[in-house]
């Protein structure tokens, strides 16, 4: 049966769930909303920023589900794309409205017209639904709930919307007030010790029946203000209360018990009160902040909007309260102008500060990613400020709450030294430090610093849920091996008690469980309940126990389940370790949708590297350009992000990474010019290649399947010397790696004789010397090397003792090496090299040895002189043949890519096509096209402005001499790899005869 899922008919929401879900649904990671509302849209509301052909576009059109969608509503979306400047293939309307034939009709109409600029497709809310259910459960839920299932795995800020500044309080106006003015003046001036010793001299007014009303009301209300600058709200109502008991008929004793309620969270009799009040005429700050506080919409804010606008510019405590409002319902606009207009009224009140911070901080986390960076630097700018003045103003309660979010956020920054200060701070300087001790133990643990947790745990208490999952926690991983097990017992203990982090709780119990080995200690964790309540949570964690353990093949079967059942409740931690084990069991294409819903956008932390790990696995190019981009636009990309972010974008935008190569020059300028070299090679723009000897190109950083990225700009400026050094180096390195011999020996033979490698007849610090020694008659090759000289190779610095010896001597010369031994052993250099010289000879003559297996370098051994035997090459031609008539043999009957085809064969797809097309016995395959349907494409084709030529497209129209037959009206396209693989040919063919091979004749005997 099919599920329905509760498609959000909020326009907002469903435009979010559109980018979602034809993100999964067309392939596309580059799709996003287009602009703004309020901006030319052109009928588009999502659109794929890479422009990955096909190109797509949506048009997301929330209607009520019981209604049709008009056919002129449909042709209007349509004339609005046709105008859009950018290319584009399919529009996509998504829609929430009825499934309607009438509409389905114009779209059919639309697409028949010969001058239709792209395929208009209709998606119904019915349609979306049998799409949703065709994907795994867990992923479709994602699709749909979004963020609800993926909050960040990092603390969230603590949004104060019940945290009252001293200005919420009733105006001092009665005359009682005068009866203690040197008090009110203490309060006033945040004197707090100071007025309490002076309240605490006053008589007991519930016990001192004999005192006067007034006098009763003024010293209640004193006791009452004292606690709540305390921020002892209970004992602060509880005296208001009193207070109004007193003196009820007073305006200021009815503000009292309204703020009373408001205080113990008797809200809906605050907001009655309060309600009351204004209707009175009673309009006071005090008042609106309490309704303002205790209403549950923005439409019921704005019954209120005449009595809040009468002091929203010129009171402060107005304007916060308003913005923790508005940072309630994630209005973040409309909380940031409110809180500038705090700031702007009261400058360096504490108060208005932290607010801002607030505002800043919800931002972060709740806000554009782009902006993240500087929302980051201004939450920890403003509650910098904030601690100032609340220290300067002694508004001690403040500061553990500051100090507290200010950890949260250079946590979330990886500023951890600070965070780690910041969350000290909130416990040390608070009189509850149980209260800040949980929020800093949770992230001493996050950060497995398990020692500062450990010190924590004296304030911490034993008395929430909380406190115990962290002390249980805390206390494990400070445990010995025997008491460890008791401690996953007592935590499974927790879980079964439904505390908060009942779910956490059985995750950190199996992974204890795991490391400790005890798989069934880890199966007793997931109780029968469990799985009933949590089934995505418990088969991710027996999927896990499942492999530790070692039964893949079991632990497959409860990802399976894991993925078809319901994660709705998931936290992204727990989607994270189920696409974790996809990954370890090589099911990447399951992991990959899983990684990208549970990454955070320009944070790059474990998620992210394991989203990228498992997008280069899988060639999802797209995957990468986005995540790389967005860690650029945070300032989170290190060096590895930098380098993968120029590979891959250079093949799809070789001008773009060409800029960004220039860009980084910053931070490494030894790879970065060698890439920048690289793609300017790739754009013809040879005129751009610059070398920096300063900074030449670091062989470490480059595998030898990257070695092309410094060769290429070399030859292209002829410094072949430079690429010779580089290639030596990098096989030295390099030197169990087949391709990098391979590239040695090439570039040797290629370019050998432009190296200017000079025969020397001294031994200096580049030579290598063939020695023989006088009494053995054994040979011996010595290089004098000294970048890391390897003695197994027989490789010495130049400052060594055995090097001294030789630096400056000739061949017939003899050296005594050994030094003082039993017998003298004294060896004649025989011959001297080029240490570059040395390592092509060994390398080829030893190539066969090293690599048995490799069929890229044969040699063959034809004898000399009368004994010259050309057999071995006749052998060899002959097995060549029998080897190309197989792959031949096995395109006719299996068709196969020519690309493919060309490889097997051993030559380039020009070539191949020629050699088909112009062969007696052989053919070139083609698609199964009947013949109307190859007439039919070609009228399709007459019709297109814009043609993509592939290669051989393009090698078929050269070797028919076809170029004069194109028409020049319309606009041909072709890849990036085509247009290099072209000019590679001719490259070749221009330079056949300045690029002819050579080698050094002077073979090693050996």
Request: hydrophobic fraction near 35%.
């Amino acid at each position: 049966m099919r599920h329905d899922y509760p498609i959000s008919g909020n326009e907002d929401e469903f435009e979010d769930f559109c980018v979602r879900f034809y993100r999964h649904l067309l392939k596309r990671a580059g799709l996003v909303r287009y602009g703004k509302r309020g901006q030319k849209q052109y009928g588009i509301d999502v659109v794929d920023q890479y422009s990955q052909e096909p190109i797509h576009a949506i048009q997301s059109k929330c209607h009520e589900r019981t209604k049709d969608i008009k056919p002129e509503d449909i042709v209007k979306e349509v004339e609005k794309a046709e105008k859009y400047p950018n290319k584009l293939d399919h529009y996509i309307i998504a829609t929430t409205a009825k499934k309607s034939m009438h509409a389905q009709n114009a779209v059919v109409k639309l697409n028949q017209r010969p001058t239709k600029k792209f395929v208009t497709e209709i998606h119904f809310l019915e349609d979306i639904n049998t799409r949703l259910c065709e994907f795994r459960r867990a992923v479709a839920e994602f699709i749909v709930y979004g963020e609800q299932t993926t909050e960040l795995a990092l603390e969230p800020a603590k949004v104060c919307a019940d945290y009252y500044s001293s200005s919420s309080l009733p105006e001092d106006s009665s005359k009682s007030e005068e009866l203690y003015p040197s008090i009110i003046e203490l309060l006033k001036n945040r004197k707090i010790e100071a007025a309490e010793h002076e309240i605490s001299k006053l008589p007991d007014p519930e016990k001192d029946k004999t005192l006067a009303s007034g006098n009763r009301y003024a010293i209640f209300r004193l006791i009452a203000k004292l606690a709540f600058e305390q921020c002892e709200y209970d004992k602060a109502s509880r005296y208001f209360l009193l207070a109004y008991e007193v003196s009820p008929h007073l305006s200021q004793a009815k503000q009292n018990r309204a703020l009373a309620l408001d205080l113990s969270s008797k809200h809906e009799e605050a907001l009655a009160e309060s309600r009351k009040l204004l209707s009175e005429g009673i309009k006071t700050t005090s008042l609106v902040c309490i309704v303002v506080r205790n209403i549950e919409t923005i439409e019921e804010l704005a019954k209120y909007r005449e009595a809040i606008d009468e002091f929203i510019e010129s009171e402060e405590d107005v304007n916060e309260t308003l913005t923790h409002k508005y940072l309630s319902w994630n209005e973040l606009a409309l909380a940031e102008e409110t809180a500038n207009r705090a700031v702007r009224i009261a400058p360096t009140s504490a108060h208005a500060l932290f607010t801002r911070g607030m505002v800043s901080h919800h931002a972060i986390l709740q806000g554009e990613w782009e902006s993240r960076p500087q929302n980051t630097t201004d939450a920890i700018r403003w509650y910098t400020d904030a601690i100032k003045s609340a220290k300067r103003d002694r508004y001690n309660a403040m500061l553990p709450e500051i100090y507290s979010n200010r950890g949260r956020v250079n946590g979330i920054s990886g500023n951890i030294k600070e965070a780690a200060t910041d969350y000290r701070k909130s416990v040390e300087t608070t009189d509850k430090p149980s209260l800040y001790a949980e929020g800093a133990v949770s992230f001493f643990l996050h950060q497995q610093d398990y020692d500062s947790a450990w010190e924590l745990l004296t304030v911490l208490g034993n008395e929430s849920d909380e406190a115990k999952f962290l002390r249980t926690a805390t206390e494990y991983h400070h445990a010995g091996e025997d008491d460890k097990k008791s401690h996953i017992v007592g935590m499974c203990k927790l879980a079964g008690q439904g505390i908060g982090r009942a779910i956490e709780a059985r995750f950190h119990c199996v992974q204890w469980a795991i490391d400790l080995r005890d798989y069934e200690l880890a199966r007793s964790c997931l109780s029968s309940d469990f799985h009933a309540s949590s089934p995505f949570q418990a088969h991710t964690l027996n999927g896990w126990i499942e492999f530790e353990s070692g039964n893949a093949e079991k632990a497959s079967e409860y990802i399976e389940q894991a993925l078809d059942a319901s994660s709705q409740s998931a936290h992204r931690e727990e989607i994270a370790t189920l696409a974790r084990l996809l990954v370890r069991l090589g099911q990447d294409e399951k992991a990959l949708p899983l990684l990208e819903q549970v990454y955070t956008p320009g944070v790059l932390d474990f998620n992210c590297k394991r989203l990228i790990d498992c997008a280069q696995y899988l060639d999802r190019h797209d995957i990468l350009i986005r995540v790389c981009a967005e860690l650029r636009k945070t300032n989170q990309q290190d060096y590895n992000i930098r380098k993968l972010e120029v590979q891959v974008l250079s093949h799809y935008a070789p001008d773009e990474a060409y800029e960004l190569a220039k860009q980084f020059l910053e931070y490494d300028r030894s790879y970065f010019l060698v890439a920048k070299n690289f793609i300017a090679c790739r754009l013809r723009k040879a005129q751009e290649i610059e070398f920096d000897d300063n900074y030449p190109p670091r062989p470490e950083d480059f595998s030898p399947e990257e070695a092309d990225q410094v060769l290429i700009p070399y030859v292209e400026t002829e410094k072949y010397r430079e690429a010779l050094k580089f290639l030596y180096q990098q096989l030295r390195i390099n030197f169990s790696n087949e391709l990098s011999h391979g590239k040695y020996m090439w570039f040797i033979l290629q370019y050998g004789t432009k190296c200017r490698i000079d025969a020397t007849e001294i031994v200096d610090n580049q030579s290598a010397v063939l020695l023989k020694n006088l009494i053995t008659s054994e040979h011996r090759w010595i290089t004098i090397e000294d970048q890391q000289p390897n003695k197994d190779r027989n490789e010495f610095s130049s400052d060594s003792q055995t090097t001294r010896l030789l630096i400056g001597k000739r061949v017939g010369d003899v050296v005594d090496i050994f030094g003082n031994i039993l017998q003298k052993q004294e060896e004649k250099i025989v011959e001297i090299q080029s240490k570059h010289v040395r390592l092509f000879q060994y390398t080829i003559s030893n190539f066969k040895k090293n690599f048995p297996d490799s069929t890229s370098f044969q040699p063959v051994h034809m004898g000399s002189g009368d004994e010259f035997d050309i057999a071995p090459i006749l052998e060899n031609a002959r097995q060549r043949r029998e080897h190309v008539e197989k792959v031949l043999e096995y395109y006719g009957n299996n068709p196969c890519s020519l690309h493919i085809l060309a490889n097997q064969i051993g030559v380039n797809q020009r070539q191949l096509i020629k050699g088909l097309s112009q062969s007696k016995n052989e053919h070139l395959q083609c698609v199964g096209f009947t013949p109307e349907g190859f007439v039919g494409s070609v009228r399709e084709l007459a019709k297109a402005e814009t043609i993509v030529l592939d290669i051989s497209a393009i090698i078929t129209i050269d070797l028919l001499s076809g170029w004069n037959h194109i028409d020049p009206s319309k606009k041909y396209l072709i890849s990036q790899s085509t247009l290099e693989v072209v000019t590679g040919w001719l490259h070749d063919f221009t330079n056949k005869d300045s690029h002819r091979t050579s080698a050094y004749t002077a073979m090693a005997q050996d």
